[in-house]
């Protein structure tokens, strides 16, 4: 605990903020102010270093570009890998792990050791990996890198602890899974086909032991060749040549027939008795044509042969569809007995898998479900019903179902508002499920001590919002509503929406919500916003629509002519722009000037009659902005939404608006020049009325000539980050656009992305002028910028976009005693408007008086564009914004109770009456984080957080019972800074920013969590307190839980006899290194993983691993007594040799006298 003290005198030149170079932070016009009376702060600062930490905690979604698929039939749990070298592995709702491969590379194959916990994945850089999955976040026990060869399918036979591995070159190598090294023992592919043949087999591409003997090997090769391999005789039993290329083989249980895919379209069913040619050629889906022909058929990909036992087998396959049908969906076949199912998919089949009863490949199969996983969704087919229903999905599979465009997280929520939610949502769920309980149910999972309600709202590219229930490190959708039902349907190649936005006019660029009050808007690409009321009860609502002209015309460039250094607020003239109300100027597709330039007209077109609307979120009022003189309108940057105010404000690089949505009017709409009036930060310098029209001119001609192409364009691809589903697009744009202004123009075209907005000036699209990216970037970090020097003051007056916005409780003037209601404005230029506001209190006079805003508030100054507010009373405590508490407005009328507006207030001066009265305002921008004291407007402290990059995101959020500044940069960097005082607590170099898509959708909330859209179609979770990864392993789920393997079935006298002798193979014999020597060591190169000897341990004690582990100890003393006996005998025969050569030497000495020798 730290105790912090500050004597305020009120004077700007005592204050921290003068060491930052800012001569003028305290007051408006940079002049000292007449001190107050001397007040003392005594704000005890709780957070250390020590409360913060940062870790991954889950993600969420489906995995992005899915690669390969496995399924452990014990214990029920799936695994997905990924392209990026990422595994998912999922259980019972609740079980949802995700792990990632440090080289990043491809898994192209998965294989479970059943009922052993642990789980083995091939990877595209030739390495297998064995992963732990029997701690709650696995890790890797082994890897194993082959250098000269490349792997290309693997197969692990149940209860075996040798992994057959495939490679391109046709070879087949064993891999011991215990101590993850080659055997000795390897089936070379010259051996494993006849010697006359003078071709290569090509790659194996598949691997599986005879269900009827586990000593007989099936190797199949692209070419078409198949050969069954006897391991214990180091031989081919049997080869198949057959024209077409193989996909994949399947066994029937028996061990007697198998199943092949081809390239052709074609399966092929071959019986061991007769391998010379196929018992059964079949094209599913080949008809005979005229001419007596086969249709030509895509390839199937892959065949599962699947028996029964009171009905026909299942043959289940992927593709095979003729050609000549064009625009046909992927398909899975399902063809039991003599009935053909079609499954047709909305996207391309990766991977399948079918489900069965039982572990063992040699007893009947009994499949009851098939797992299909698509390039963008999971789906489960149930096979016991002759429909074949889904199953419904637990998981949260479909956030991408339209791309997110932008994302808000909300911890620690009203606890009434998810149940309401859901219960709404409920309704319009989908039917025609399966009843039966979701198949993948493995794992524990329960819910932990430490959870709260937390909600994640996601916007889409097709105008639809998500509501989803995140407690307890979960993901639930609570409720989905769809924003382009309030606008007619644009007709396709016509209309405004056609030439705006040809894809997703109603694509979701930000929303705002207080859980409180229930209020809910959203803004649209196409420069709209909604308002949104909850109700649970359903409507007739004729939807209020309002239209804002906030746009500056072309002639608002500065010149002599105007007012340059008075602007009026009095005579808005052509700076401001002007509200335009629908029953005022009526839209139409046909409002145009007379030279056909599209004028005073939204970009969409809103119902105008009567709407039945269900129960839950429903319109209450739509605004659009308009075109002016052919130009679009710019998109909206900024918003804010208080619902005791009953106003909505917003803002876009030309002005703000506010809004007034209990009266349904435009209360001020300005452009950002104006709003300054006479607190002006900025010296104005006069300039010769010849040159500045010259200078103007050019900038009409130039620069405004191909405005309009460029604003359809920047409409289109502010979100085109967000939409594209190609991750590396946007490094690519963002390296291109680098340059040696020290990165800046990489920072300009982000910061673009970001906001929406294009910094458009006539220096950067013209090089006639000497200005420069990295002078216009250091003249906006000085406070003594002029907006009249060179041509950039162009762009800085029609372009200071509004980049914040914040309603609360406050001191517009120094002079103000009591705190009123204010609205604060940040701009891209780092300047903080005060805009206090006069707003009725009683209800009657609010429906009917108008609300007045007084614009000559206070001006304050930061470095780099304002990106968030917050307010802090005297003894560090947030201070909330006043809100209405929620009422139905929809419910039925109680003559008895008057329907009145209830308000919460959250008054700077109720609970600091020590301290008297007066509150902290906390401004951060891109670069800095500034504190001030209002009403007196010093700036207490300041800390710059970044001078190499610049902060994406930044929010006020309370952690272990306190509050700090959290801010995530573009460098990657995610740091947290105590409050008041700005002291650093946490620096974490975490996430490069390599997609605009993370800076986009990474959001703070609190209990010290965030989020970001890791991938188009994921959200990872994050938290950065200390307290929460403690608790982290409680809150996941367990992989793995103990069961008893299922006995095999008796197979009977009579089948074991003449079945042939599966059980009695011993692998250990063959592959062991007494049996099969060392593999080379240049082929593969084992590298420890990081679970250590402890996790290996904990891996190999199953039943298969303590029998194994028991074998190799026999073995092990086997062999230390057979070397005993050895040496035992080898001490004999030479005792017996000196005994023969003793007596030999005996008798030739007897006779002899000493003096002989």
Known sequence: MKKFRKVLDGLTTSSPGATVGSPSCGSAAGTPTAAPTPKEIDVQETLVSENFQLCKTVRHGFPYQPTALAFDPVQKILAIGSRSGGVRILGRPGVDCYCQHESGAAVLQLQFLINEGALVSACADDTLHLWNLRQRRPAILHSLKFNR???????????????????????????????????????????????????????????????????????????????????????ADFRIYYDEAIHSVSWHHEGKQFMCSHSDGSLTLWNLRNTTKPFQVTFPHGKIQKDARKESCKPILKVEYKTCRNSEPFVIFSGGLSYDKAGRRPALTIMHGKAITVLEMDYPIVEFMVLCETPYNNEVQEPYAVVVLLEKDLIVVDLTQSNYPVFENPYPMDIHES?????????????????????????????????????????????????????????HADGSIKFWDASAITLQMLYKMKTSKVFEKPKPGEGRAAELVEEDPFAIQMVSWCPQSRMFCVVGISAHIILYRFSKYDANTQIVSLEVRLQCDSDDVISPSENENNPSFSEPGSHSPQPHHQHQHPASPGSRTPEGIKDSIPCLKVKDRAVRVPPGYQSELVIQLLWVDGEPPQQITSLDINSAYGLLAFGNCYGLAVVDYLQKTVILCMSTLDLYGSTDPYQRLTRSPRRNRQST??????????????????????????????????????????????????????????????????????????????????????FTRSRSSSVSSIDRDTKEAVTTLQFGESYGRKNDVLPTPCLWVGTSLGVVLLIPMSIPTDQEERMEEPVTMGVSGAVLMLKGSVLRFSFLDCMGALIQPPYEVWRDHNAPEDPDRLRRRKLVHFSPSSSQDACGDGHLAVVCSERQAKVFLMPSQSCLFVHNITESSFVLRADVVSVCNSVCLACFCANGHVMTLSLPSLRPLMDVNYLPLTDMRIARTFYFTNGGQALYLSSPTEVQRITYSQEMCDNLQEMLGELFTPIETPEAQNRGFLKGFFGGNAHTFDREELFGEAAAGKASRSLAQHIPGQGGVEGMKVAASGVVGELARARIALDERGQRLGELEERTALMMTSAEAFSKHAHELMLKCKDKKWYQF
């Open 149 to 235: 060869e490349r792997i290309t399918f693997c197969h692990l036979p149940f209860q075996s602890k040798w992994l057959y591995v495939g490679t391109e070159r046709g070879n087949t190598h064993i891999v011991n899974i215990e101590s993850f090294v080659l055997s000795g023992y390897v089936i070379m592919w010259n051996k494993a086909i006849e010697l006359s043949t003078k071709t290569h087999p090509g790659p194996v591409v598949h691997l599986s032991d005879s269900p009827k003997d586990e000593g007989k090997l099936l190797i199949g090769f692209e070419s078409g060749t198949i050969v069954q391999w006897d391991l214990r005789g180091k031989k």
């Open 403 to 459: 791309p997110v465009t932008c994302t808000a997280y909300f911890a620690d929520c009203p606890p009434d508002i998810i149940p309401i939610l859901y219960s709404i949502g409920a309704k319009h769920k989908k039917t025609g499920y399966s009843q039966k309980e979701w198949p993948i149910s493995g794992g524990t999972w329960t819910l932990g001590s430490h959870t709260y309600p937390e909600i994640i709202i996601t916007g």
């Open 697 to 782: 001119s050019e900038f009409c001609m130039r620069g405004l000539s191909n405005f309009y192409s460029d604003s359809k364009k920047r409409i289109r691809t502010s979100y085109q980050s967000l939409t594209e589903l190609t991750d590396n697009q946007q490094s690519i744009d963002m390296e291109r656009n680098k340059s040696p202004t020290s990165g800046h123009a990489s920072r300009r075209a982000m910061l673009q992305q970001l906001h929406g907005v294009t910094m458009y000036s006539h220096d950067e699209h013209h090089s006639t002028t000497s200005y420069c990216w990295s002078d216009r970037e250091s003249r906006e970090n000085s």
